[in-house]
């Protein structure tokens, strides 16, 4: 069974910074492309950031762009987004999600192309 976990969260203030962190279990994730989204209260979830199956290609929404970095630990079936000079704007629950990708360097940036999901941790930024 494929289970994603995030963890990292938390009530910080601008400015600050925060690394979630999403750990994959149920099978091989050194061959998917996974991505982080968020959802804050009465809004749609939107994308955050992507990372191809190579970890070079990234994607990033022109909202977090030079704030955010997603990376991977293949080893650890770990991702990663670190977040930098957070906003209050930020404030959202953050899910990480994952698909098998045979494109080495393609990112998705639509949810609807995942097949798995975490649970969600929650990032609340103060002003």
């Known amino acids: 069974q494929v289970q994603l976990v995030e963890s990292g969260g938390g009530l910080v203030q601008a400015g600050d910074s925060l690394r979630l962190s999403c750990v994959a279990s149920?099978?091989?994730?050194?061959?998917?492309?996974m991505g982080w989204f968020r959802q804050a209260p009465g809004k749609e979830r939107e994308f955050v950031a992507a990372?191809?199956?190579?970890?070079?290609?990234?994607s990033y929404a022109d909202s977090v762009e030079d704030r955010f970095t997603i990376s991977r630990d293949n080893a650890k079936n770990t991702l990663y987004l670190q977040m930098n000079s957070l906003k209050p704007e930020d404030t959202a629950i953050y899910y990480c999600?994952?698909?098998?990708?045979?494109?080495?360097?393609?990112?998705?940036?639509?949810?609807?192309?995942?097949?798995?999901w975490g649970q969600g941790t929650q990032v609340t930024v103060s002003a």
């Open positions: 149920g099978r091989a994730f050194s061959r998917d492309a």
């Open positions: 999600a994952t698909r098998y990708s045979s494109d080495y360097e393609r990112t998705y940036l639509e949810d609807y192309k995942y097949d798995y």
């Open positions: 990372l191809a199956r190579s970890g070079s290609t990234k």
